[in-house]
């Protein structure tokens, strides 16, 4: 339970919508920015993890989440934000509507969903070299585990968390546009 009650804004979209462009744009506004990824990622590394993938990633939350409770990465993330003080945070990745509950009962939070289309979102992947070398198949199959299709309670649920925004920002335009959007939402929908 957060003493002290931030700014936070919270951001969901499945993967390669924009969500770290949202949150590292939020970050240049002064805000702080917490990966709900960062825990696994952190945890993954101490156990000798040198490619990060996105299986990996979700395989690891899954069972965290089955193991410890749905809202686990927002319980680890509530934590740092207390632990630090901050003020106006940017949180990135939320994948299960119980991590959402969990940022919802602390106040002052509003979530934004990226939504992008699938083909623009498989091109911008195509390009990075975060994580693992992706064709078609490998992106539809992981793309529908993370949006949610076969998976339990406890695992991944991206278009709940979407269904669930405050906000929603397409993003299937060029990336002074995508800013634009992302400055006119915090105006008009956060700062009110």
């Not at 506004?29 to 490619?51: C, H, I, P, Y």
């Not at 991590?99 to 498989?122: S, T, Y």
Request: aromatic share 8%; hydrophobic share 40%.
């Amino acid at each position: 339970m957060l003493i002290h009650k931030p700014l936070i804004i919270g951001i969901t979209g499945a993967f390669g919508s924009g969500k770290s462009t949202t949150a590292d744009f939020l970050k240049s506004l002064g805000f702080t920015k917490v990966s709900l990824a960062q825990f696994l990622e952190e945890e993954l590394r101490d156990r000798g993890e040198k490619k990060i993938t996105r299986k990996l990633l979700q395989d690891l939350g899954n069972a965290w989440r089955e193991k410890y409770g749905a809202g686990i990465l927002a319980k680890k993330a509530l934590g740092l934000i207390e632990k630090k003080a901050m003020q106006k945070v940017v949180v990135e990745g939320f994948r299960n509507s119980a991590e959402i509950d969990k940022f919802r009962k602390q106040g002052n939070f509003k979530l934004i969903g990226i939504v992008a289309n699938r083909r623009i979102r498989f091109g911008r992947l195509k390009k990075l070299d975060r994580r693992e070398k992706l064709n078609w198949e490998l992106f539809n199959e992981l793309d529908n585990r993370d949006l949610g299709i076969g998976e339990e309670k406890n695992g991944l649920q991206v278009a709940i968390c979407l269904a669930l925004s405050d906000i929603f920002i397409e993003n299937n335009r060029g990336l002074e546009e995508f800013k634009n959007k992302i400055k006119k939402a915090i105006k008009e929908k956060i700062n009110d």
